[in-house]
């Protein structure tokens, strides 16, 4: 974005706004070493302003406090109200200045305005700084499991998506579902069992709605969902739900997260008969005479 120019002590003072050039106004009210923007801002009255008025404005510290790297161009930025605490603690003089002049501006009553040329590279320069830290975002997201990410995106954390949810039909787009693996078939049925005898049939989740038919077995309105991802599929990492509580759970979400350890120690406590899973024995080489069977169990 362009930025326009205040005149203080024949020194440009950029201002982009509502944010003032808080380095222009040290080098205005004499560029005391000791007084730079970064010391200043690590006081603890000046962090404690700064987040007050990021509370009062509802916004990012990085919205009204920002610092620009730079060796000969380097610059601290800052909201009016936090450039109006730190010309008090520059001098009464730029105080009062900035108490009238940038204050008149802001309301539209601006005094020895006078038109900044294109920064085109400062603008560019800012677009770079905004696309790395998107990049970085992206990139640590992307070390995670990619069907969580879809997943949170798709119902569970809306702060994520409210902040970048241009990157939404992008996600859909590309990231493909990760294949799920079955669980085992003991494992499934001893969930059954437990859906049945603890729930009556019922959705262990919301105790809502029916998953399974009167002969207890499942009917269709259920789904399988993993925990925390879907190659993950031992007895204590998925629960068997419905299809509406399948789309609005979330496995970082503490309410859901209590509800399903719970469960799975209930599950826990069910037990399987063992003659509908037999075990399989090895293939023995000779057959013992004594032994009267037909065949070996495979």
Excluded at 22 to 31: K, M, P, S, V
Excluded at 101 to 110: C, L, N, P, T, W
Excluded at 195 to 222: A, F, M, Y
Aim: glycine residues 6%; proline residues 4%.
């Amino acid at each position: 974005m362009s930025a326009q120019v205040l005149k203080f002590h024949n020194t440009e003072i950029r201002f982009r706004d509502d944010n003032l050039c808080l380095t222009d106004l040290w080098r205005a009210a004499g560029a005391d070493d000791n007084k730079r923007p970064a010391l200043w801002g690590r006081q603890e009255n000046a962090r404690e302003f700064i987040d007050h008025m990021s509370l009062v404005l509802n916004v990012r510290i990085d919205h009204i406090w920002n610092s620009e790297r730079g060796r000969y161009d380097g610059a601290t930025w800052a909201h009016f109200q936090i450039a109006l605490k730190y010309a008090s603690y520059l001098s009464p003089e730029t105080q009062e200045w900035v108490g009238t002049v940038v204050r008149a501006h802001i309301e539209g009553r601006s005094r020895a305005l006078v038109p900044a040329a294109p920064r085109i590279l400062t603008d560019l320069l800012d677009i770079a700084k905004d696309t790395n830290e998107r990049v970085i975002d992206l990139k640590s997201h992307l070390k995670t499991n990619t069907a969580e990410i879809k997943h949170e995106i798709t119902v569970g954390n809306f702060e994520w998506r409210d902040k970048y949810g241009e990157l939404t039909d992008w996600f859909r787009k590309h990231i493909p579902d990760q294949p799920r693996r079955p669980p085992k078939a003991k494992d499934i049925e001893q969930h059954r069992l437990a859906t049945l005898h603890l729930c009556d049939g019922k959705c262990p989740r919301c105790l809502r709605v029916k998953i399974l038919d009167e002969r207890g077995q499942w009917n269709g309105l259920q789904e399988l969902d993993h925990r925390f991802g879907r190659g993950n599929v031992l007895l204590h990492e998925f629960w068997i739900i419905c299809c509406d509580c399948h789309l609005e759970t979330h496995p970082n979400r503490a309410e859901d997260r209590l509800q399903f350890d719970a469960w799975i120690q209930r599950v826990k406590t069910i037990t399987i008969p063992t003659r509908s899973f037999p075990m399989k024995h090895r293939k023995r080489k000779g057959r013992d005479k004594n032994d009267d069977r037909t065949g070996n169990l495979l």
